[in-house]
């Protein structure tokens, strides 16, 4: 019922109409119209032509590799019309997915081309065009016009020739067929096109060696008939080559599109329209009067328009009594303005209060009658259009309803947690709560599902398993060095004590295994123990040699430090120092300084000193007959070293392990210092466990007990960068392997180990590659024969070997006839490897003769007869069997990476090791490092979350992946899918944190969320769930906690709804409101739509056109509401408005007359360029890195002109922190104005191609030296950059004969009025200077019709102009008010929004004017400070008052109270309360409308630094730096002193004397708080100049505007 105490200002003749209504059961539900309404509509577009629906399904497919069928598949496609065309290409799509069309996949891959996701990556691959167009000389005249089909071909011996057309392209399969069959080439360099990650490869067979044919072909997929030709030409020229097995590369790149082409229309974005202050609407009002109230002509009750909710709050529909009762129209008019006033006055507090609880409760209360999905609709709806009186409309109801609300609020606040989005455990930054990053975050997790579900796995089990699946921990490893300090260790016997200081902790250890035998390795041992080391060393000697004699003194040894076991009558043992005597002389006494000291002799030599050592009868010694006698540990090679758990390995160690030792002492007693840990506090067992436990910087480990901190050893498995490529068994078993059947008593793991091992043959290393492959089987012969992880349990193992190179050559070559012998020692994948057959295969391929018959005569002698007749050692020329064995191991080659010269990969279920040195040696493949290779896979692996445990068996994993498909019998398919899930999660990981690798360190929590945690334990009243669409296959959980009366409530809703109506996503909310002291929302939102998905699923897409609805939102009049617009775009984008229609965006009226101009706002936007930001760091130790501040670095693309847009260039300041914007391509970060110094991170290429950018921060390292020449290979592809690098910031204008300088100002306005008064600004700058100007505005605030004026303002006036733009960075707090964030933008990044050229800067505010020449702030001695502003008038020090010209305008006086305003007294913060007593005697407060910085000192200074630290500090207080620009300046003037300029420069009428007026270099019309008046008011009144200007501009203005033509890509 409705309130009728309310309506007490109803007029009496209105009251019989609403009478009848509420009478009347039978009311229309329509809402009552009204014609006066704001609209505003928005639409994005990126500055990039669209990509086709076919490009967009292409990219999507690629990432379940299905891109080479899909483009198989419309390569048969008939010629067709562009309707036709995408029908096929959206069919052809959902044929190649699962789960004959429903495949979740499918989904994603749809809602993502809908949102134009891959219009970046198109756009890349178009950019590449350019390269090759230029390598090939193809231009028109060749055929190659814009948007035709074309192909570059690389034929050995030749140079790149274009095929340009169908008709040309027809004969490229029989181009490619000639070349290969001619043979490959191997007497030059090889030479192709840069190969990239958006090539679509149809064919590959590669070498190193030899040149052979590759082609790259271009095409719009958009052009059904351009792609169908090139698609043909380039499947029959795959086809071609495979069929015959040769070398060659295939591949397709999207091309340029014909014609004009519309921009890629785009979504995922939202608009904001906040209402202005008060304080602003008094200056935006000018004397215009505002249109107010509601009248009859405008009213129109009953009209089909539009619903004002303020007309139904009050528990009546006005358009029904309109409609029932025309007679009482104007009376119900009358009455609705009043309804409509009430709706807007401000709340009183006891009504505010519990307004969050009463929006709860309505949305509980919609979702109990009507569903989960429609309450949570109406939490949008409620906070969407708040300022429309919802307000007013909550505050309604009874007692209960109060007392409902007061119980909820209680329960509210007990909820722990803030506010927080979880999507799948992930607790979502607030910057990625958009529905490009959602999708980008969930794509791995979709494609594990596809990739799975397609070899027969139920995709609903795969979601439920893959959703609850979090990265691991790092395990504590089996591996054991015999580190000492380990409590707990079963630590070598043989351990020694360095020389140190008297109380000194051990923190360092290192393990040795050295050959006795060798002469340079026992000297080195030597030398080792006379260094002042505060640790302890524990010693094996190994001999490949005499492992025997080697066993034998290693007894001995441990014998003379710790005594002969079952010795008891010994009552000394010799000790340490005997111990290194008898080793030392062991190697003294062998005179002729021969290498080898295992001679016949080498016993003797020995036992003669070890005898010595004892004061007692020595015990006896045993020599040993069989070495696998004392093997009882997984074998460590020789020489190998261990500090700290880190492993060295090769014959370099020698040489540089001393200084290893000396850099790890540093580091450890550094970082110990750091932690402020006191050493000498802390145990010795524990300050190793917290070296071995990766030197986490934390007190934890401290805290610890050291059973729970037993170390892992990266360096035993690898320091370079690990990834996951999953391989499907078929891959697999196209290399020669089989299983690796341990002892009959072994027990097994649940998770299966596939090893598979590429090793490269190319080069001339023929003895390094017998030699590796040889260690390599003997290494996993070992590992099969002995229980080398903990309490004997080991997984079911399998091995492959495949080796590179030696394909295209007609004599045999090593490397073929190691294949030959591989695939005879290996015959079959499901057979159980021969392990003495491989023990005696690698002792014999590590000695034998490096010629191909004589690997074939060896391999022929232990593999047998059976095998002998692919051996025989006569057949030394390549076969076609030969060829086979190539051509069946490519794709498996091409799959993991080619492995480099001299290299190897090791792939364990998918997880890549390497790239591992064959020809060094540094890591050969000993058991100890395959066991830890295996523990990082199938311990470090992802865990399940299952009722907030962590639940760590493996027997619960296989369960799931058995239930979903797979067969625990099948060891090849097992790995497959395990892979594809430890794929798919850690891929999850670098997708939210936007790391290029998927072992990006990351904090990852094994306990539920905030929200998740919330959901379960909150009340009834503030929980809603929608359930998933279909609980069968539902894909991702997401867990919300926000106030139902927050920007939160306002932003995700849409994003919420649509995760669930398109992927069928379950959504579960918390409610949290909080209790309210003032208005909770000041704006209106609206979110952009896209298209909804087609009824018949992916292959039904065919009928979309790729338009895009856009957003469009509609307002009720509200009196005197000024709003103003702001697009919340995804944090990678770098958008500008282009055209408004004349509107201005910063100042929209809400109650705009009907038919204005005003009423309807149409805007579109322009997505620029792509945004990513880092850091950027030197030095190759972590903890020696530094800032590599003051730095220039730059994107260099590939095929084209650098762009100059704003930010394309970067200073890195102090912290290191960079930012950087290009548009979508593939790009060499460059290090610009140094030549001693290079990027050696990231090596590759950096790419912008993601409309969802990284999601965290690039990490950079700038090493010292030249490039290396792989780097410069990629920088000489690099387009030669222009824009910013070469640009010279030279001013225009002015009288070179009298100031040939450039003056470069700095400025900032938003909205036409203030884009009025600086345009004011800078004519009068001109008017007074005689020198030549630049101004540099930031273009984040800039209308867009000042940006179609600017260029043609600046060539009139006189004057240049650049427009600077600076991303607000990620780790600083953002202010969320426009002003402010205006302010800050004045101040807070004055290091990183100009160029390195540029030295100095004048910030002049947009609304002064300028009476005199700014060359001399220009030239004024700031006397070493970084910046300087002007006091408040009379405010200042003495010497700011003192210029000649100042004096004699105002009588000499040095009395600053003539020169104050006497009006404003009481205003004058700064000298009153906090302001008088933080300012103290010696500083001054300055006002920041002008002022000047020294850029040179101030970087050099981190100023920058400085004032964001100081920023980030205060405003933890949301209510501190009041006046943010000018606060914060004079809040650290002890930290950064100001210069005081001189008061002349700037006069404002708030704080000035009107006398001192006269005097005045520069008028600010800086608001009066005695007076309320507009802007432009008071700029006419105070500056009589101001008018004239102002007509002089608008002649300008009307002269451009009459000849300006429309706005260009390059001036956006």
Wanted: glycine letters at 8%; a negative charge; proline letters at 6%.
């Amino acid at each position: 019922m409705p309130h009728y105490s309310r309506w007490r200002f109803c007029r009496r003749e209105c009251w019989a109409a609403v009478a009848a209504v509420l009478a009347f059961s039978g009311t229309d539900s329509s809402g009552p119209a009204f014609a006066r309404a704001l609209e505003v509509e928005v639409s994005a577009a990126a500055s990039w032509s669209r990509a086709s629906l076919a490009a967009e399904l292409l990219e999507g497919l690629r990432e379940v590799d299905q891109g080479v069928a899909f483009l198989r598949s419309l390569s048969q496609t008939s010629s067709a019309g562009p309707l036709e065309w995408r029908r096929a290409a959206a069919r052809a799509a959902e044929a190649s997915l699962c789960c004959a069309g429903s495949s979740s996949y499918a989904k994603l891959l749809s809602l993502r081309a809908r949102h134009a996701s891959s219009s970046a990556a198109v756009e890349a691959a178009r950019g590449l065009e350019q390269l090759d167009l230029q390598a090939a000389a193809a231009d028109e005249k060749s055929g190659c016009s814009k948007g035709s089909p074309w192909a570059a071909v690389w034929m050995p011996g030749k140079p790149v020739e274009a095929l340009c057309g169908a008709d040309a392209l027809a004969g490229l399969p029989a181009l490619v067929g000639s070349a290969s069959a001619t043979g490959a080439d191997s007497s030059e360099k090889r030479s192709g096109p840069m190969r990239t990650s958006l090539d679509h490869v149809l064919y590959e067979l590669s070498s190193a060696e030899h040149t052979y044919p590759e082609v790259v072909g271009y095409a719009d997929l958009g052009d059904p008939t351009a792609s169908a030709s090139l698609l043909s030409a380039l499947v029959k020229a795959a086809d071609e080559l495979a069929a015959n097995g040769h070398l060659g590369r295939v591949a397709f790149r999207h091309g340029a599109v014909a014609g004009d082409v519309p921009r890629a229309a785009l979504a995922g974005y939202g608009l904001e329209l906040f209402g202005r202050s008060a304080d602003e609407v008094a200056k935006s009002a000018d004397g215009s009067a505002a249109a107010s109230g509601s009248n009859e002509s405008d009213c129109n009750l009953g009209a089909e328009n539009f619903t004002d909710p303020a007309d139904f709050f009050h528990g009546v529909d006005l358009g029904v009594l309109a409609k029932r009762h025309p007679e009482s129209a104007s009376a119900l008019c009358h009455l609705r303005g009043d309804l409509i006033s009430q709706a807007e006055r401000p709340l009183p507090p006891w009504e505010l209060k519990r307004l969050g609880a009463k929006a709860a409760m309505r949305a509980i209360s919609i979702a109990n009658k009507s569903g989960g999905a429609a309450g949570l609709a109406s939490i949008g709806e409620v906070a969407q259009d708040y300022p429309s009186g919802w307000g007013r409309a909550l505050a309604g109801g009874s007692s209960d309803d109060e007392a409902i609300a007061r119980d909820l609020l209680d329960r509210a606040e007990m909820i722990q947690g803030a506010e927080s989005l979880e999507v799948n455990g992930w607790r979502v930054p607030e910057k990625q709560r958009g529905v490009l990053p959602l999708l980008r975050s969930q794509l791995p997790i979709f494609k594990a599902v596809e990739v799975l579900a397609r070899t027969g796995f139920d995709q609903g089990r795969l979601f439920r398993l893959l959703r609850d699946s979090r990265p691991g921990a790092v395990p504590p490893s089996s591996v054991n060095t015999g580190d000492p300090r380990l409590p707990g260790e079963s630590s070598a016997a043989a351990v020694f004590n360095f020389p140190r200081g008297m109380g000194q902790k051990r923190v360092v250890g290192v393990g040795l295994v050295l050959d006795p035998c060798r002469r340079s390795q026992m000297k080195f041992l030597q030398e080792l123990m006379q260094e002042p080391v505060p640790g302890v060393m524990w010693l094996q000697l190994k001999s490949n040699s005499n492992p025997r004699l080697a066993a034998f003194m290693q007894s001995g040894i441990e014998a003379l430090l710790n005594g002969a076991p079952n010795a008891a009558e010994i009552a000394e043992t010799p000790g340490e120092e005997a111990a290194l005597r008898v080793l030392m002389r062991f190697y003294e006494k062998k005179k002729d300084g021969a290498e080898d000291l295992c001679d016949s002799e080498a016993k003797k030599r020995f036992m003669g000193p070890w005898k010595k050592a004892w004061t007692s009868e020595p015990p006896k010694l045993k020599m040993l007959s069989d070495e696998d006698d004392f093997v009882d540990e997984v074998a460590l090679p020789v020489p190998s070293a261990c500090i700290n758990g880190n492993m060295l390995m090769g014959p370099d160690i020698i040489q540089t392990l001393i200084a290893e030792i000396n850099e790890e002492r540093d580091l450890s007693y550094r970082s110990l210092e750091m932690m402020r840990i006191p050493i000498q506090y802390v145990d010795e067992s524990m300050i190793a466990n917290w070296q071995y436990s990766g030197k986490k910087m934390s007190h934890v480990a401290f805290r610890t007990t050291p059973s729970f901190l037993r170390a892992w050893y990266p360096g035993i498995s690898t320091g370079a960068q690990i990834r996951h490529v999953s391989l499907a068994p078929q891959l697999v078993k196209s290399a020669p392997g089989g299983f690796l059947a341990p002892g009959d008593d072994a027990l097994h793991r649940q998770f299966p180990a596939v090893h598979t091992v590429i090793v490269s043959g190319e080069g001339e290393g023929g003895a390094s590659l017998l030699r590796y492959l040889g260690e390599l089987l003997e290494a996993y012969q070992q590992l099969s024969s002995h229980k080398v992880a903990s309490g004997g349990l080991a997984p079911k193992r399998a091995l492959h070997v495949a080796v590179t190179g030696g394909c295209a050559s007609d004599d045999l070559t090593i490397t073929a006839a190691l294949r030959r012998c591989l695939a005879a020692a290996m015959p079959a994948a499901h057979s159980p490897l021969d392990l003495n057959v491989m023990k005696n295969l690698g002792r014999t391929l590590r000695s034998c003769k490096v010629a191909p018959a004589a690997v074939l005569d060896a391999c022929s002698q232990i593999v047998g007869a059976a095998r002998e007749e692919i051996l025989k050692p006569q057949v030394v020329k390549t076969s076609p069997a030969d060829v086979d064995r190539c051509r069946q191991q490519s794709p498996l080659i091409q799959a993991v990476g080619n492995p480099a010269k001299g290299t190897a990969l090791l792939s364990l279920n998918g997880r890549i090791f390497g790239p591992l040195d064959v020809e060094k040696g540094v890591f050969a493949l000993n058991p100890a490092a395959l066991l830890q290779a295996e523990e990082l896979e199938l311990d470090y692996g992802p865990v399940l979350l299952r009722d907030d445990n962590a639940d760590l068996h493996e027997a619960t994993v296989v369960s799931e992946l058995g239930s979903a498909g797979a067969s625990d019998e099948d060891l090849y398919q097992l790995a497959f899918a395990l892979s594809v899930r430890s794929k798919a999660v850690f891929e999850s990981i670098a997708a939210r944190s936007g790391a290029d690798s998927d072992e990006e360190e990351q904090e990852h929590s094994l306990f539920r969320g905030p929200a998740e945690m919330a959901f379960r334990n909150a009340p009834q009243g503030l929980r809603l769930n929608v359930q998933p669409l279909d609980p069968s296959t539902a894909t991702v959980q997401i867990y919300a906690m926000f106030d139902p009366l927050s920007k939160e409530a306002q932003q995700l809703p849409p994003l919420l709804q649509l995760m669930h109506e398109e992927l069928g996503m379950e959504i579960s909310v918390v409610l949290r409101p909080s209790q309210l002291a003032e208005t909770p929302l000041s704006g209106y939102y609206r979110a952009a739509g896209v298209p909804p998905a087609p009824a018949g699923g992916l292959a039904a897409l065919g009928e979309w056109d790729g338009s895009m609805p856009g957003l469009r939102l509609q307002f009720p009049p509200r009196n005197g509401q000024l709003l103003s617009a702001q697009l919340l775009a995804p944090e990678a984008w770098t958008c500008s408005p282009v055209d408004s229609g004349g509107a201005d965006l910063d100042s929209l009226k809400a109650d705009a007359p009907r038919g204005s101009p005003e009423a309807k706002v149409q805007v579109r936007y322009v997505v620029e360029a792509l945004f990513l930001e880092g850091f950027a760091e030197m030095g190759a130790d972590a903890f020696r890195r530094r800032p590599a501040a003051g730095r220039q670095l730059a994107l260099n693309p590939l095929g084209r002109q650098t762009s100059s847009a704003a930010g394309a260039d970067s200073v890195v300041v102090k912290s290191g922190y960079f930012q950087l914007r290009q548009p979508p391509g593939l790009y060499k970060l460059a290090l610009r104005g140094s030549e001693q110094e290079h990027v050696s991170r990231p090596r590759g290429l950096v790419q912008l191609t993601d409309l969802a950018g990284r999601g965290a921060l690039l990490e950079v390292n700038i090493g010292d030296g030249s490039a290396s020449s792989e780097e410069g290979a990629v920088e000489a592809q690099m387009a030669a950059p222009s824009g910013e690098q070469s640009e010279s910031f030279e001013g225009s204008g002015g009288d070179p004969s009298v100031c040939n300088d450039t003056i470069h100002i700095f400025s900032v306005a938003s909205g036409l009025r203030y884009e009025r008064l600086l345009r004011i600004m800078m004519l009068s700058v001109r008017r007074h200077t005689q020198c030549k100007l630049r101004f540099w505005l930031v273009e984040n605030f800039l209308s867009p019709s000042f940006r179609r004026l600017l260029p043609g303002l600046a060539k009139q006036v006189g004057f240049s102009v650049s427009r600077v733009t600076y991303k607000w960075p990620s780790w600083l707090r953002e202010q969320t008010q426009k002003q402010r964030v205006i302010w800050a933008y004045k101040i807070l990044f004055l290091d990183v929004l100009f160029p390195a050229p540029v030295k100095r800067i004048l910030f002049i505010d947009a609304d002064q004017i300028v009476r005199a020449n700014v060359e001399e702030l220009w030239r004024m001695n700031l006397q070493g400070h970084v910046y300087g502003f002007v006091p408040f008038c009379g405010s200042g020090p003495p010497e700011s008052i003192s210029s000649s010209l100042w004096n004699s305008l105002t009588g000499g006086t040095k009395n600053q109270d003539e020169i104050r305003n006497p009006e404003t007294q009481g205003f004058r913060f700064w000298e009153q309360g906090f302001w008088k007593n933080h300012l103290g005697s010696s500083t001054y407060y300055h006002i920041s409308a002008l002022f000047v910085v020294d850029l040179e000192a101030f970087r050099k200074t981190a100023a920058g630094d400085i004032l964001r630290d100081v920023y980030q500090s205060l405003t933890a207080d949301p209510h501190s730096l009041a006046n943010l620009d000018q606060d914060l300046p004079n809040y650290i003037q002890r930290q950064l002193p100001i210069y005081s300029l001189p008061q002349e420069w700037l006069w404002c009428e708030s704080w000035c004397s009107e006398a001192s007026k006269q005097n005045a270099k520069t008028i600010d019309m800086c608001q009066n708080p005695v007076r309320k008046e507009g802007k432009l008011q008071q700029a006419k009144r105070i500056a009589p100049e101001w008018s004239k200007y102002d007509d002089e501009l608008q002649t300008i203005i009307d002269q451009l505007e009459r000849g300006a033509a429309p706005l260009q890509r390059d001036e956006l």
